[in-house]
């Protein structure tokens, strides 16, 4: 079967930093996506690993580790907009993305 | 802005009527894909479409799903004889094939609520 586990909710103050982790479990890995989504919006894509390593793109940073099968998904410098939740998604052999179940962000002042 | 758009944006119905759905894509992206995402869980993979091509089908999507994409260009998804359990948002997204091996990116459009009642 194909899974991915992330936590459900994660809580944080304006200013402070915050992981979400997310284990995946495929048939086939080409990559792994995370995806923003505000209530009642669409996901929007956020960043990429294909290769171990850290991405970054401004406040946010992506973290990927193949032999593993883990990544996570670094937000820095929170702020309230960011409170949403977030998706990993594993490109699997095909072209159709695999969602995790996501992680609420609440960010509080 | 000429992101991904669908039409409907709601669309309330009675059990065991048809709905359809559009989505037109970013214009130069040649993938389209249809998701189905219920509340408190991520977008689950139904359909996709490289120019008019259907490559993919998800075992999800039953024979009374079906979906176009005649010109290579937008996409109609196609719900006959609803039932309560279809409710849910249907999200198109696109992307083009360019780009290395696995990234590309799959840009979403706004989502068609549907409520079965």
């Known amino acids: 079967g194909q899974s991915l586990e992330q936590p459900s909710e994660v809580t944080a103050v304006e200013g402070a930093i915050v992981q979400i982790n997310c284990t995946y479990q495929t048939s086939g890995f080409y990559g792994l996506s995370w995806y923003q989504q505000h209530d009642g919006g669409a996901p929007t894509f956020l960043s990429y690993?294909?290769?171990?390593g850290l991405e970054e793109t401004g406040r946010f940073s992506s973290f990927l580790s193949r032999s593993d099968s883990y990544g996570y998904l670094l937000l820095q410098e929170l702020q309230m907009k960011d409170s949403a939740s977030y998706f990993c998604a594993v490109s699997a052999g095909t072209d159709k993305l695999i969602f995790g179940t996501g992680t609420r962000l609440q960010v509080f002042p | 802005d000429t992101g991904v758009s669908q039409d409907p944006r709601h669309k309330i119905t009675k059990r065991g009527q048809n709905v359809t759905f559009r989505c037109d894509p970013i214009?130069?992206?040649?993938?389209l894909y249809w998701y189905r995402q219920t509340l408190g869980q991520g977008p689950e993979f139904l359909t996709y479409f490289q120019n008019e091509a259907q490559l993919e089908k998800s075992r999800l999507l039953s024979d009374r799903f079906s979906a176009e994409r005649p010109k290579g260009s937008f996409s109609t998804l196609e719900i006959q004889r609803t039932e309560q359990g279809d409710s849910a948002m249907y999200l198109c997204?696109?992307?083009?094939?360019?780009?290395?091996?696995?990234?590309?990116?799959?840009?979403f459009g706004p989502g068609t609520r549907l409520l079965v009642l």
């Open positions: 997204a696109s992307s083009s094939s360019g780009g290395s091996r696995g990234l590309k990116t799959q840009y």
């Open positions: 214009s130069e992206h040649n993938r």
């Open positions: 690993n294909a290769l171990d």
